[in-house]
């Protein structure tokens, strides 16, 4: 038996390093593991990860820093050290950002445990060698727990990962399309709804409108759907809704339960449940950092989560994005609100937000339109853009009184191109459902004694 040194860095807080069953571990004294080096800020951190003998740092979280930034600066202080980053969930955006900063793997908290087994095996509990290296076993993570799922350490312990769960964890690039997208939610873990973020960098572009429509055709077709207002301030999307006491956000931040009774409600009444802004402007700031959480709260619970942005870009927006499956990108037919998407696009990449899967679209277009989807594909520097008809007065009168299932029955061309914008969204058998939905119901041809627009 020989005596090693530290080999570890883990960066958690405080109170996790004092219950480690908060990280999924089952030790009682993280501290008392002497091939470990425990740390809680990011400073002391980045210090320990320097010393001789250090080969690689665990990120959980930190007091001070945000996770990611930690693994990022460590990976900048020694681009030879291995270093991963642990968090419960796990999505394109976060994924994207860890590999722009050139950190080695992403791990789940099941693969974090894992990984620990397999280093405690391999350095022995008092941190002496034991007999893994004189056989050339690697202490390598390219499947997310450092050895193949199901195998034996050396102390009898199963390292228990599974191998679609660990092969989850690999990088999401930025160069990641809306079809691989769809693919990874189909093999998500069941019961994972689909978050669908509805976002746009110009006011009155629609995007409450779409938002809308989304979350309509969905419940319309069975599935259990939850629209989010996230414009904090000036969000509108209950009367679109027609929801005239909607719950909102302050309240489920300060009684949980419910969202509950929401999940009820969209179950038995068939329409989508919403989570409304904030009935006080000055409540939007400290609500803004409830709502990643929020969403995860609800993904187990729905089918599909659709939450829509106000205007005014700020952190709820990079929030929203890293939270969601999938970003519709609205702008309108004027030249000013593609320049302003332009500009918020080269915002998410300067922020490590992934872009190559946004779903672009060119709403309330028209054939003297000055912008169409060609346009806005060549400025996106070739991204896909779609068209979506200017519904005119049906929206005003229809949407706007809160008649959103009329405007759904009526031959507006606006609501078909929505579907086809599920199409790019939602998994083939969900837009199968939505199509049926609409065919099986019969859609009037007039609105208010006036013919409807072709």
């Known amino acids: 038996m020989i ?24 030790e009682s004294n993280l501290q008392a593991v002497s091939w470990i080096e425990c740390c809680a800020t990011a400073e002391v951190c980045r210090r320990a990860a320097r ?11 930190c007091e001070d820093m945000e996770p990611l930034n930690v693994a990022a600066a460590l990976k900048y202080d020694d681009p030879c050290k291995k270093v991963y980053l642990a968090c419960a969930v796990n999505n394109g955006s976060l994924a994207s950002r860890a590999s722009l900063a050139k950190v080695d793997g992403v791990l789940s908290q099941a693969c974090f445990a894992d990984r ?17 290296e004189e056989e050339g076993s690697s202490f390598d993570c390219g499947d997310g727990c450092g050895k193949e799922p199901g195998t034996q350490a050396a102390n009898g312990t199963t390292v228990r990962a599974e191998a679609d769960e660990c092969e989850s964890q690999t990088f999401l690039g930025l160069d990641e399309s809306a079809q691989s997208r769809k693919e990874r939610r189909r093999v998500s873990k069941e ?18 409108t779409i938002a809308s429509l989304l979350a309509s055709l969905c419940a319309r077709a069975g599935l259990v759907t939850l629209a989010i207002d996230a414009d904090l301030q000036f969000g509108d999307m209950h009367r679109m809704l027609g929801v005239h006491e909607p719950v909102r956000m302050d309240e489920v931040v300060a009684n949980p339960s419910l969202m509950t009774r929401l999940n ?13 802004a904030p009935s006080r402007l000055e409540s939007s700031e400290e609500i803004a950092g409830e709502l990643p959480d929020i969403i995860d709260a609800a993904r187990g619970d729905y089918d599909v989560v659709v939450a829509c942005a106000g205007a005014f870009w700020s952190e709820i927006h990079a929030r929203l994005i890293e939270s969601a499956d999938s970003v519709v990108f609205l702008m309108d037919a004027r030249p000013t609100s593609l320049e302003a998407t332009v500009h918020a696009v080269e915002l998410c990449a300067r922020m490590g937000l992934a872009t ?5 679209a060119v709403n309330k277009h028209e054939r003297e339109s000055l912008l169409s989807a060609v346009d ?11 068209e979506l008809s200017n519904g005119r007065r049906d929206v005003e009168e229809l949407l706007g009184a809160g008649f959103v299932q009329e405007f759904i029955e009526s031959k507006n061309p606006l609501t078909d191109e929505t579907v086809a914008l599920l199409e790019r969204i939602l998994s083939d058998e969900q837009v199968k459902r939505v199509s049926q939905s609409l065919s099986s119901k019969s859609r009037r041809g007039r609105l208010f004694g006036r013919k409807a627009k072709r």
Do not use: M
Not at 202 to 208: E, I, P, T, V
Not at 356 to 360: A, I, K, L, T
């Open 116 to 132: 620990f087994v397999f280093a405690k095996s391999l350095w022995g509990e008092r941190g002496q060698k034991v007999g893994h």
């Open 3 to 26: 005596s090693v040194a530290k080999r570890v860095v883990l960066c958690a807080d405080e109170e996790s390093l004092r219950n480690p069953q908060l990280l999924g571990l089952e």
């Open 264 to 276: 009820e409600d969209a179950k038995s009444t068939g329409k989508p449940s919403l989570i409304a």
């Open 376 to 386: 806005a594909s060549c400025a996106l520097k070739g991204s896909t853009a779609i």
């Open 51 to 61: 010393r001789d003998g250090i080969e690689e740092a665990w990120v959980v979280s």
């Open 191 to 208: 019961g994972a709804g689909t978050v669908v973020a509805v976002v746009g960098a110009s006011g009155g572009c629609g995007k409450s």
């Open 356 to 360: 190559s899967g946004f779903v672009y």
